[in-house]
């Protein structure tokens, strides 16, 4: 599904001087990268055929939606194959591992792009805000077309239609590189296209950037400072996805909790929270990504008295230890965290809760791991994603001593996986043999007989079902619970 395609790109006239207030001059761009598909599909008798490759959390899925949305407006086809006429790499660097990744991608279209001349490459995302990244690309993979960031991402047809011509004009060289990289911006460009994965669920930025400057992590510094979007705007986007047949949202920014304090008129996520369950056609709501500091009474009271917002609240504690969530400049404390998780489950007792924790920070003690494991075990987390530390260049926590052998934190790591899964096997049965409202996601991976979905507190079910079920909300009996999953079959 894609929206804002009331732009007729034929009607713009390409001959005249590019507009400059956004996005019309990208509409521009795009009707001038559309000419030169149209040259590609006289060359070759078919139209070009375009990859774009997610490699990060869902802010990158939803940009990447974005590059998706651009590619189908100025003509390329949609392809899941790296085997395209042009392929872009939406990066994430949270992990030195995620970097490599994308180098050793990089090898393997440099002989795809031997065969094909045509073929452009592009790379964007969090990894090309590191200067030292981009200088690499530069020295060693001379033959990627475009480079850009996450500040500029709005810029993509622009962008790309200068490596375009770049491409076409001469043999390419290292020079020939089109590369726009921001250090930050405070701009937010509305109404390009997009193209949804779902056609009844989606993703909605309501901000960018991070303020919080964690000592383990790169994002403020590849994502820039907080910047929330309008409420108008994405409230509107709501009702036009809604208007769309999309069912449940994700409000998503890399700290939802702090919404709406850099707005002209200051206004607070329960308060967008309140707006968006006013919509109709929407049925579900959810959100994330919480920073515990944040969380505030009136958001808790909101979910409460809500009948759209999931019952699932993700609310990452990395530590138990009050000296190492100081040393990770979390900005509170593992009593504060307890209390708020108390006041959370009285307000909300059927509410799933799930966690990141980070196993082996620089520092940790037996007795901080310990703390970490007390926390897990007074909470009862229903799933946790664990992790074990890894240096981040660029990071304060990269430069700390006491850093913690290997041996030792994997096999601290091992412990707290193993009581996370226990205590979330232990929890996962609770609503056997209840009716609960499922929303049908997708026909089942190993079973075609079966559909997959997911309720309110993001519990897998499967049941009995066809393909004409996806994106509809069922009442569904669990009859039996496996593990991390229910069995089910629809009532009535």
């Not at 590369?179 to 911006?185: A, C, H, V």
């Not at 909605?204 to 979007?229: A, D, K, L, Q």
């Not at 074990?388 to 430069?399: C, D, L, N, Q």
């Not at 929890?427 to 309720?455: C, F, P, W």
Request: proline share 3%; glycine share 6%; with cysteine.
């Amino acid at each position: 599904r894609e929206m804002y395609q009331e732009i007729d790109l034929d009607k713009i006239d390409i001959h005249a001087e590019p507009p400059i207030e956004e996005p019309a001059r990208q509409y521009y761009f795009m009707a001038k990268c559309r000419k030169w598909v149209k040259g590609f599909e006289q060359k070759h008798g078919r139209l070009p055929k375009s990859c774009v490759v997610n490699m990060g959390c869902q802010m990158n899925a939803r940009d990447s939606e974005k590059l998706t949305g651009i590619l189908r407006k100025i003509g390329y086809c949609q392809s899941d194959s790296e085997e395209a006429d042009f392929v872009i790499y939406n990066t994430c660097t949270v992990r030195e591992n995620a970097n490599n990744k994308v180098y050793g991608r990089l090898g393997y279209l440099n002989g795809m792009q031997k065969k094909n001349p045509d073929m452009l490459i592009g790379l964007c995302g969090c990894m090309m805000q590191e200067p030292s990244v981009v200088e690499k690309i530069k020295e060693s993979y001379s033959f990627v077309n475009l480079i850009f960031g996450t500040h500029n991402l709005f810029q993509f047809a622009e962008l790309l239609f200068c490596a375009m011509e770049k491409h076409s004009s001469a043999q390419k060289k290292k020079a020939d590189m089109t590369i726009e990289i921001w250090e930050d911006t405070d701009q937010i460009v509305e109404n390009l296209p997009n193209k949804r994965k779902y056609f009844f669920k989606s993703g909605v930025n309501i901000m960018f950037g991070c303020n919080n400057f964690c000592s383990y992590c790169i994002v403020p510094y590849v994502r820039g400072r907080e910047r929330s979007r309008r409420p108008e705007e994405i409230l509107r986007e709501i009702e036009a996805l809604a208007a769309d047949g999309v069912v449940e949202v994700m409000l998503l920014g890399q700290n939802v909790n702090s919404y709406g304090k850099n707005l002209e008129t200051p206004m607070t996520f329960a308060q967008l929270l309140r707006e968006a369950e006013n919509i109709d056609g929407i049925e579900r709501i959810r959100f994330m990504t919480s920073h515990p500091k944040d969380l505030s009474d009136e958001l808790i009271e909101t979910m409460k008295q809500s009948k759209k917002i999931c019952r699932h609240l993700h609310l990452p504690l990395q530590s138990g230890s009050s000296k190492i969530l100081k040393k990770m400049n979390r900005n509170y404390t593992k009593e504060q965290y307890l209390a708020l998780v108390e006041k959370l489950r009285n307000a909300i007792p059927d509410i799933a809760v799930t966690t990141d924790i980070i196993v082996g920070f620089p520092g940790e003690t037996e007795e901080d791991f310990e703390e970490t494991m007390d926390v897990v075990r007074k909470v009862q987390y229903d799933s946790a994603f664990t992790f074990i530390y890894s240096k981040r260049t660029g990071t304060p926590a990269a430069s700390m001593e006491d850093q913690i052998p290997e041996e030792l934190v994997k096999k601290r790591f091992d412990r707290l996986l193993k009581e996370v899964q226990q205590i979330a096997s232990a929890k996962a049965g609770r609503y056997t043999g209840s009716v609960q409202k499922v929303l049908i996601e997708q026909v089942n991976e190993q079973d075609a007989h079966l559909v997959t979905g997911r309720m309110s507190n993001n519990s897998i079910v499967h049941l009995p079902g066809t393909k004409e079920r996806i994106g509809t909300i069922a009442d569904v009996r669990l009859t039996e619970c496996r593990g991390f999953y229910y069995l089910g079959e629809v009532v009535g």
